[in-house]
Structure formats: C-alpha cells, structure tokens
C-alpha cells in the first residue's frame, strides 16, 4: 500500500470560460510559500495564453482566511527564497503582485485578507468579498513594511488619508468599510463570496473578449506585460524594504509575533 500523493497547495479549475484559482493551504492560512507563488503564477500565464479564458477568479480554501500572507516557516528555513523563488521573483509576490495580465482578475475575499491577503486583493481588477472579511496591512507590527505593493497601492485604492491610517496604525478595516470607500465591489454573505464572483466573471465573460483585455490593459497602464507607471514606485518600495528588512526592529518585531508578546522598539 503506497501513501497518498500530497493534495496540491494550488489548485485550478475551468468554468466555462473562467479560471477558478483556489489557494488551498487552510490549515496554514493560505499563506504564500514558493509552490503556492509558482501555481499562481503559472495559472496565470494559463489564462494570459489560452483564448477561452476570459476571467480568473482568485479565492482560499476553507471558510476562515483568503490569504495570510507570507509563509513566515518558510521564510525561517529557508529565507526569501521559501516564499520568492529566484527563477520567477520578478511575478512578485505569490506569483501576482507585480504579473500582470490582460484577463480580469476577480479576487474572491472568503476570510480574513490580512497584510498579503490585502495586497492579492490590491493587485486583482474587483473583489467581492465576505461580510466577515477584513482587509489591513499590519506589517509595522512586525518591523516592517508592506512591500508587496501594499503601501502605494492602498493610497489609489482609498482615499488618501483612509489609506494611510491603516498603513501607519495598522489597524484592519472591515469589508462593509472597504465597500463603503470604494475598494470592494461587493459584500455578501460568506457562503455567497465564491458564487458572487463566479456570477461577475461571467458578466465579464459576456464582453467580446479582445475589448475587454484592451480595455483592462489601457486601465490599468499595461504595457507589454508590465505596468510602467508602476516602476517609479516599485523601486522606492524595493530600496525602503532593503533598509528596513535589515533593522534591529524587524527581529524583535517576528520574535514578539512568535513568542505572543509585545515587541520592544528600538527605532535602529
């Protein structure tokens, strides 16, 4: 008798003309290691190259959390590699943040979407999302910063000074919040998330596809698979993140969320 191959952390599957990507780690938090980056973003490159794909659909297992963010044990065992794989850093974090494509992306908010969760959401075209969900980038609570495009994309997402409150606190805000501000299109009941965004991909699907890829790519700046406006502000995140990831701070800020307690700032 042979044990059972392990259940994929990625998992794919058509509906009609819409991709259904299901980050299917729950006992994790769906959070992001190298294989979770790397379905991602292949699935991506699936429905950037296939023509019967219309529209993705990005959800977690499980009834709890949309994305937890990073793999912090990965990330412990194996460093930046464990989440960021070398041969396919430059689709950023988990495979998404900086990969864009032409086909809509609907983000399918289940659960809690805390700190790489939000950034998944910033980086997909709509959201719908739980009434239970929440959105926020706690990362200062850790000594750091969120550098998956969090920081600059919250700011064109929400108000300025909305936006900014819940970088520099911290603090999360509920989905009904985010809905009333504008960052998700719509708030259902969590057994309702999956069906809702499956029903608006197939309202996407409806468009003649070639205008509807035209479109997004002139919305959203893209430029021959990337997105130019974007890289003034990639660049300031990347040497921002290099200095604060070095920081005194940002060890006491992972051993304090380790060890369950408050961490001890020093500000070097």
């Given at each position: 008798?042979?044990d059972e191959?392990?259940?994929?952390?990625v998992l794919?599957e058509?509906?009609?003309?819409?991709?259904?990507?299901?980050?299917?780690?729950?006992?994790a938090s769906n959070s992001i290691n190298a294989?979770?980056?790397?379905?991602?973003?292949?699935?991506?490159?699936?429905?950037?190259?296939?023509?019967?794909?219309?529209a993705?659909?990005l959800?977690?297992?499980?009834d709890?959390?949309f994305?937890g963010?990073?793999?912090?044990?990965a990330?412990?065992?194996?460093?930046?590699d464990?989440?960021?794989?070398?041969e396919t850093?430059?689709w950023?974090f988990?495979?998404m943040v900086?990969?864009?494509?032409?086909?809509?992306v609907i983000?399918a908010v289940?659960g809690?979407?805390?700190?790489?969760?939000t950034?998944l959401?910033?980086?997909s075209?709509?959201?719908?999302?739980a009434d239970n969900?929440?959105?926020?980038?706690?990362?200062?609570?850790r000594?750091?910063m969120?550098?998956a495009g969090?920081v600059?994309?919250l700011?064109?997402?929400?108000?300025?000074?909305?936006?900014?409150e819940l970088i520099?606190?911290?603090?999360?805000?509920?989905?009904?919040d985010?809905?009333?501000?504008g960052?998700?299109?719509?708030?259902?009941p969590q057994?309702?998330?999956?069906?809702?965004?499956l029903?608006l991909a197939?309202?996407?699907?409806?468009?003649?596809p070639l205008a509807?890829?035209?479109s997004?790519?002139?919305?959203?700046g893209?430029?021959?698979?990337?997105?130019?406006?974007?890289r003034?502000?990639?660049?300031?995140?990347?040497e921002?993140?290099?200095k604060?990831s070095?920081?005194?701070?940002?060890m006491?800020?992972?051993?304090?969320f380790?060890e369950?307690?408050?961490p001890?700032?020093q500000?070097k």
């Amino acid at each position: 008798m042979t044990d059972e191959a392990p259940e994929a952390v990625v998992l794919t599957e058509r509906r009609g003309h819409t991709l259904l990507i299901t980050i299917n780690r729950p006992k994790a938090s769906n959070s992001i290691n190298a294989d979770v980056h790397n379905g991602i973003g292949e699935a991506l490159e699936q429905a950037e190259n296939d023509p019967e794909i219309r529209a993705v659909v990005l959800t977690g297992a499980g009834d709890r959390v949309f994305c937890g963010g990073a793999d912090l044990k990965a990330l412990g065992t194996k460093g930046g590699d464990g989440v960021l794989p070398p041969e396919t850093k430059h689709w950023g974090f988990a495979g998404m943040v900086d990969h864009p494509v032409s086909v809509p992306v609907i983000a399918a908010v289940n659960g809690s979407a805390m700190g790489g969760g939000t950034e998944l959401a910033l980086a997909s075209d709509l959201i719908v999302a739980a009434d239970n969900a929440k959105f926020g980038l706690p990362e200062v609570h850790r000594g750091l910063m969120a550098a998956a495009g969090g920081v600059f994309r919250l700011t064109q997402a929400l108000p300025k000074h909305v936006a900014l409150e819940l970088i520099l606190t911290g603090e999360p805000m509920p989905a009904t919040d985010a809905h009333r501000w504008g960052f998700v299109n719509r708030v259902v009941p969590q057994d309702q998330v999956l069906d809702t965004a499956l029903a608006l991909a197939e309202q996407v699907s409806a468009g003649a596809p070639l205008a509807v890829q035209a479109s997004k790519r002139v919305a959203r700046g893209i430029v021959d698979g990337s997105t130019p406006a974007e890289r003034d502000a990639w660049k300031l995140n990347d040497e921002e993140m290099a200095k604060v990831s070095t920081s005194a701070d940002v060890m006491e800020g992972i051993g304090a969320f380790m060890e369950k307690r408050q961490p001890s700032w020093q500000g070097k």
